[in-house]
């Protein structure tokens, strides 16, 4: 988690709250961290962090965008803003469906040796 929390305040991103969300809660078994945080101004926020090796596809995009819906429905509040840290390689048209979606975007790719 220290992580994250470094990223969002490197990126200049302010909270007040900032918890993890159990992924299985969501009904997913994907190994990726999920967040829920409340910024300043008492808007929800979800910030999804994916560290792997395989390239993110347009279909796994798709999945995240639900996983995002189930954790409003788990906190029965509408979720204004997304964001998603990516450390992995990304497929230009996943990345692209993400923005269209009010997504924003960190990509980080993993260099290999």
Known sequence: MKE?????QEKKLV??????????????????DIYLAVDLKKYYACIIHIKKKSKIL??????????????????????????????????SKAKALMQENKWMVWHQPILSN
Do not use: W
Not at 24 to 29: I, N, P
Not at 66 to 75: A, D, G, T
């Open 15 to 32: 909270f007040k709250s900032f918890r993890p969300i159990e992924i299985k809660s969501l009904g997913s078994r994907k190994k990726i």
């Open 58 to 91: 347009t279909k796994e995009a798709l999945e995240l965008m639900v996983l995002h819906e189930k954790l409003e429905l788990l906190n029965d509040s509408k979720i204004k803003k997304k964001y998603i840290y990516i450390q992995a390689p990304l497929c």
């Open 4 to 8: 994250i929390v470094d990223f969002v």
